[in-house]
């Protein structure tokens, strides 16, 4: 995806260009506004992003907001909404740069990802344990003041609000909303755009296996596509389609692109002939639980006249046994990816299919020792009931004998 699709790529390398009296001319002598408006509005986002660490005079000039916002919506049209525009004029930093920073990165490696969640997550641990001991301390060595048992009335509510540290410190950091801001390419064109606001807060999301829906079932979205009449071909028109699932806390100011940009996995029903092109990334969640696998689906079904029609595009979390999370344990773990480290995400398509097929490998390998581990206890068991039967019979053929 790039910012502009019909423009021609320019070089930033060309240092020099020849006036028109034939002289040799600097390239930094060209007036601001040219090199703005002739230049950097050419250039995506990488591209601008690199463009940007060239020189101080490139990196302000490549740190306009407008620069940005217009990569932004030609790169995420999801994002021109008025509900989106005005997420990302709130994101720190340089506003729309910062967006499509955190959009266009990936989550760092594994074992970097893991450390960076354990740190978060001690913060946390070590702010809870700071006031349970400011209030035992505030209640033993001194009679309070007024303002004082304020104070320490109010620490108490903490104390006592939650069940444990984990519940207090998941309350006060979970996002309250998470907007989906989703788009589907095909040959560089986009078919679908939508923004979906998802309410984190109810009973029903937090207990329920976590989905966000973006087309409505009664709904179906007209493609170009032809349908494909076996595997084979399958694959080859597949491969041309992209999808971006950017998920935005609004009030952390906070995003992560949760597609792997390229499908991981192409699978057509036999009966049917529904076409189901998987999307997604893998995240950590810690040492002990391993990872989780973040699905986008796009279901794709035939059409009187041929093509392909646009039938679900929705977003599950699965762990490593295959069952799909509920939505607060996903909230959980889409939180800390929101806040942990990020690195470049310009081969994003390539590490998203690698690591794919570690996860299913790793799924696959826990699933054998799991039937190990139930083999050998069926065994056990058959011993210990065999071990039962015949002392049973021995015991009986003492007292007769």
């Given at each position: 995806m790039t910012s502009s699709?019909?423009?021609?790529?320019?070089?930033?390398?060309?240092?020099?260009?020849?006036?028109?009296?034939?002289?040799?001319?600097?390239?930094?002598?060209?007036?601001s506004d040219i090199i703005e408006a002739n230049i950097l509005t050419r250039l995506d986002?990488?591209?601008?992003?690199?463009?940007?660490?060239?020189?101080?005079?490139?990196?302000?000039?490549?740190?306009?907001?407008?620069?940005?916002?217009r990569i932004c919506h030609s790169t995420f049209p999801s994002t021109a909404t008025p509900r989106v525009s005005h997420?990302?004029?709130?994101?720190?930093?340089?506003?729309?740069?910062?967006?499509?920073?955190?959009?266009?990165?990936?989550?760092?490696?594994?074992?970097?990802?893991?450390?960076?969640?354990?740190s978060?997550?001690?913060?946390?641990?070590?702010?809870?344990?700071?006031?349970?001991?400011?209030?035992?301390?505030c209640m033993c060595t001194y009679v309070p003041s007024r303002k004082q048992r304020i104070q320490l009335n109010s620490?108490?509510?903490?104390?006592?609000?939650?069940?444990?540290?984990?519940?207090?410190?998941?309350?006060?950091?979970?996002?309250?909303?998470?907007?989906?801001?989703?788009?589907?390419?095909?040959?560089?064109?986009?078919i679908f755009s939508n923004v979906h606001e998802t309410e984190?807060?109810?009973?029903?999301?937090?207990?329920?296996?976590?989905?966000?829906?973006?087309?409505?079932?009664?709904?179906?979205?007209?493609?170009?596509?032809?349908?494909?009449n076996d595997d084979d071909t399958c694959t080859e028109v597949i491969e041309d389609m992209m999808v971006s699932w950017i998920l935005i806390d609004p009030i952390g100011r906070r995003a992560i692109n949760l597609s792997s940009l390229k499908p991981?996995?192409?699978?057509?029903?036999?009966?049917t002939g529904e076409v189901q092109v998987r999307f997604g990334s893998i995240l950590t969640v810690d040492r002990k639980r391993g990872h989780v696998l973040c699905e986008i689906v796009v279901t794709c079904g035939g059409s009187e006249v041929g093509q392909m029609q646009v039938r679900e595009v929705s977003l599950e979390v699965e762990d490593m046994d295959g069952t799909h999370l509920n939505g607060r344990e996903s909230l959980v773990i889409l939180q800390r990816a929101l806040e942990s480290k990020r690195g470049n995400g310009a081969n994003r398509a390539e590490i998203?299919?690698?690591?794919?097929?570690?996860?299913?490998?790793?799924?696959?390998?826990?699933?054998?020792?799991?039937?190990?581990?139930?083999?050998?206890?069926?065994?056990?068991?058959?011993?210990?009931?065999?071990?039962?039967?015949?002392?049973?019979?021995?015991?009986?053929?003492?007292?007769?004998?």
């Open positions: 699709h019909h423009n021609p790529p320019i070089t930033t390398t060309i240092t020099t260009i020849t006036a028109k009296q034939g002289g040799a001319t600097d390239f930094f002598d060209l007036h986002g990488a591209t601008l992003a690199s463009t940007s660490c060239s020189s101080t005079t490139l990196h302000h000039l490549s740190s306009e907001n407008y620069l940005w916002s997420i990302i004029s709130s994101f720190p930093d340089i506003d729309h740069r910062a967006f499509f920073s955190q959009s266009f990165s990936l989550p760092l490696p594994e074992n970097t990802q893991t450390q960076n969640l354990e978060v997550n001690l913060k946390r641990i070590l702010d809870a344990i700071y006031i349970n001991l400011l209030y035992l301390f620490l108490r509510r903490i104390r006592e609000e939650g069940v444990s540290i984990t519940n207090t410190i998941n309350r006060l950091y979970l996002p309250l909303e998470l907007i989906s801001a989703v788009d589907i390419y095909y040959k560089n064109d986009v984190t807060t109810t009973s029903w999301f937090q207990c329920s296996p976590f989905r966000i829906d973006m087309i409505d079932p009664k709904d179906v979205i007209s493609t170009p596509i032809k349908h494909p991981v996995s192409v699978q057509r029903h036999w009966l998203g299919r690698k690591r794919y097929k570690e996860f299913l490998e790793m799924r696959r390998e826990r699933k054998e020792k799991k039937l190990k581990r139930e083999g050998v206890l069926d065994v056990l068991c058959v011993v210990f009931g065999i071990s039962i039967f015949v002392s049973f019979w021995c015991f009986l053929f003492c007292l007769s004998g």
